[in-house]
């Protein structure tokens, strides 16, 4: 018999490649159980873990996981199991539907968290959030338990412009709708900017009174007060008017209304949006700054009232894991490390950045007004609303920007949907309103 390639072995290296074999063998056979207890403790529910819905995708989403849940995770030694989608109301409304909800979810509408606490889905979050670390406006108690929290928030009565253009260049780029940078796209949610300018600008000529009886719905849609919202609306971006303008506004996607901003000649030169537009390419480049919007509204009288929204965290399922994870996102420390990402604002006193922060001064400037005490603070109407006004409404706001003559119709069919039975209304949406 021939010896194998190689040449034959020797006594002493035999037993070794043998040993080297074995060692081989026994680390491969290791790694797998250490993979298959890994699955099967997972499987079998073992795995401290809660599931987390939000609406927080791309570079959002990386700040979130790496300022909140990577410290959380190691501290409580608990898994995430985190969801992010752009469409989050329409996947929780099927998991819902399902029986198969998450433990915590994160929404933009109290409208919509309210509806959900009035069919028993929401647990109370009375003894895991302090209200005192957070402003009315934003744990409106509902049958006297709170059901919800912010963990981020943000202003929207603001207009914004690039730096350089004086209070001369800005007051009669008003007056001209070509001026204004508009994008009402948005996916599924396709309308909003429209309504909040509509809010907003019911805000700034009626005053919080008026703007909170029409966000719990006992205003009328076809009220002189809310019919002279949208139609200031209409005349400054134009509405039904050069069919290039309007078709770019219909068109355009919201995150990139701004982009004319830095054309060469410039495209536009306000937009009305909320304060996470600063992140925008486009108003970086053009060194964004921004002003109280009640300057630009005609008619505008409420010098100190402010519409803002926020992200709302609510609890689906009491368990200890989500009860832990509820605490650290209503804790400071929390809200402080996502913040300093400059992903949003934190509402609560005690989380502000320290003034040696980097990049604390631009926090600071909007937090001021978001936690100013002497201000009326109103979160975003339609949010506040029934999801299915919500909804009509960013719908209704697309076509009267195409067709402003059909406001009648508009109106009176909002009004007819708002007096459905059933609907759940939020019984205060500003902090302080007469």
Avoid at 9 to 35: G, I, M, N
Avoid at 71 to 83: N, S, T
Avoid at 369 to 395: G, I, K, N, Y
Wanted: with cysteine.
């Amino acid at each position: 018999m021939s010896a194998p390639q190689g040449g034959p072995a020797t006594p002493a290296a035999a037993p070794r490649a043998r040993r080297v074999r074995t060692l081989t063998v026994v680390a491969s056979c290791l790694v797998l159980l250490a993979a298959a207890v890994v699955f099967a403790v997972r499987a079998l529910g073992q795995e401290p873990t809660v599931t987390l819905l939000a609406n927080w995708t791309g570079t959002d989403e990386r700040n979130f996981r790496e300022s909140v849940i990577e410290p959380f995770e190691r501290k409580y030694h608990i898994h995430v199991d985190y969801q992010g989608s752009s469409a989050e109301s329409q996947v929780l409304g099927a998991d819902v539907e399902a029986g198969t909800p998450p433990d915590v979810v994160v929404l933009t509408g109290p409208g919509e968290l309210a509806d959900y606490a009035r069919q028993g889905q929401l647990k109370p979050l009375d003894d895991l959030v302090p209200r005192a670390g957070f402003g009315a406006s934003w744990t409106t108690p509902l049958d006297g338990h709170v059901y919800w929290f912010p963990l981020k928030a943000d202003l929207k009565s603001i207009v914004w412009y690039p730096a350089g253009t004086s209070e001369r260049q800005r007051a009669e780029a008003a007056g001209k709708p070509g001026r204004w940078c508009v994008g009402m796209g948005s996916g599924a949610t396709s309308g909003w900017p429209g309504t909040d300018w509509i809010e907003d600008i019911l805000l700034q000529q009626y005053g919080p009174g008026t703007y909170q009886r029409w966000a719990r719905g006992e205003l009328p849609w076809t009220s002189k007060e809310v019919r002279s919202a949208w139609t200031t609306w209409g005349r400054l971006v134009g509405a039904g008017g050069d069919r290039e303008l309007v078709r770019r506004a219909l068109k355009t996607p919201y995150q990139d209304a701004s982009k004319p901003v830095t054309g060469n000649p410039r495209g536009c030169t306000l937009e009305h949006q909320a304060s996470f537009i600063r992140n925008q390419e486009s108003w970086k480049r053009a060194d964004g700054r921004y002003e109280p919007s009640a300057r630009r509204i005609p008619g505008a009288r409420a010098s100190d009232a402010w519409e803002v929204s926020g992200d709302l965290v609510a609890l689906l399922h009491d368990t200890p894991e989500a009860r832990t994870l509820i605490r650290h996102l209503a804790s400071a420390g929390a809200q402080r490390a996502w913040n300093a990402e400059e992903s949003g604002f934190s509402v609560s006193p005690g989380a502000q950045p320290a003034p040696s922060d980097a990049g604390a001064a631009w926090h600071r400037s909007l937090a001021a007004t978001l936690l100013d005490d002497r201000a009326v603070h109103c979160f975003d109407a339609s949010d506040a609303m029934p999801p299915s006004v919500r909804d009509a409404f960013a719908e209704a706001a697309i076509e009267f920007l195409a067709h402003p003559d059909h406001l009648n119709a508009l109106l009176t069919s909002l009004d007819t949907l708002s007096r459905t039975q059933g609907l759940t209304w939020v019984p205060s949406v500003c902090d302080r309103a007469p």
